[in-house]
């Protein structure tokens, strides 16, 4: 008898604990002092009972979650859902493009491999974690671009957007002559017609060649059995150009263009009376003034294409210095004459002269610019 009432207590207190520990598993009566990581299972988490100590990655599950008991150490990508992210439990690791929102996004927790468009906006976005794919126009802002997340829309080696004016109420004395220059209709002459040699021998007017008439001269040193003169060296302190312009009508200014331009490129240019530029049209018998930059001195190859009825190109080595070049090109040929040379195996842009002859009635007025 004795023993069974000892038996009959013990089961009474083994049930007792069982009850107790049912009770303790409950998420009802689970508080932050008496959970632990042992003592934790996904089933017994409720937002309420969960602090940062006694949560780890294992025991975690999204519907448990609030942003107040996250921390980074204890957050993976499996267990963060947008609803209980905030951006100081974020951290590179632990971000996917799923679980990114543009609240909880900041500068210091975005990668170029967690960012997609639709999670990003100016607010968050710095020049190191934007690509140019996942940028909108919406999402831009001046403070985030460099230029190795933006294209020119031409995809030049210099963008043709540079200096590109889109308003004329533009204050800068700085591009007059480059609004000037945007206002005037570049010409189109049909090179590639099929209308034979009768398109090239026609005579034009003075006001086809009136909008270059900076760039050419009527006289000049005759060039002997080569494409240029021998090239010299050009000062550029002492006559350096306001403004260059590109073959499309596209300027900018020449403080501009220097300070953007690779100095270790070989360039080549037409000289104005106060610009350069990549493209001419001018009667033929004319004479320009070409300024050539080669980082390197040496033997450079010139090469000239014309085109006319046929195609037909020259070839001749000339002696390079060091910078800066000038040397006179006659436009001797009706045709489409396209120039560039080539130093160190490095070619430089190709400049272009559409030659044509010029109507008797409407001579060539004075030049008041002559070749230097």
Known sequence: MKYSKILLFMTALLCLAFQACAVLDSPGNLTPSNIT?????????????????????????????????????????SNLTPSNLTPGNLTPSNLTPSNLTPSNLTPSNLTPSNITPSNITPSNITPSNITPSNITPSNLTPGNLTPSNTTGSHGDWISPNMGHVSTRTNSDPGLAGMLQWLDTPVPNFPWYTTSGSFFYSQAYSYTTFSPFAEYYVTSGMPVMGGIISNPTSFDITKK?????????????????????????????????????????????????????????????????????????????????????????????????HMLY????????????????????????????????
Do not use: C
């Open 37 to 77: 990581p042992s003592n934790i299972t996904p089933s017994s988490l409720i937002p309420s009972n969960i602090t940062p100590s006694n949560i780890t990655p294992s025991n975690i599950i999204p519907s448990s979650l609030t942003p107040s008991s996250l921390i980074p150490s204890n957050i993976t990508p």
């Open 240 to 336: 350096t150009p306001l403004s260059v312009y590109y073959g499309s009508g596209i300027g900018l200014p020449f403080t501009q263009y220097a300070s953007t331009v690779p100095s270790k490129t070989n360039d080549l240019w037409i000289q104005g009376a106060t610009n350069w530029t990549q493209y001419v049209v001018s009667p033929v018998g004319t004479w320009l003034q070409l300024i050539a930059y080669a980082p390197n001195d040496g033997p450079a190859g010139f090469y000239e294409m014309i085109q006319t009825d046929t195609t037909s190109s020259i070839y001749k080595t000339y002696q390079f210095n060091q910078g800066y070049n000038t040397m006179n090109f006659n436009a001797d040929q009706v045709g489409r």
């Open 341 to 372: 040379f080539v130093v160190d195996s490095q070619p430089s842009n190709v400049i272009i002269v559409d030659v044509f002859a010029q109507t008797s009635a409407g001579s060539t007025p004075p030049i008041v610019h002559v070749i230097s």
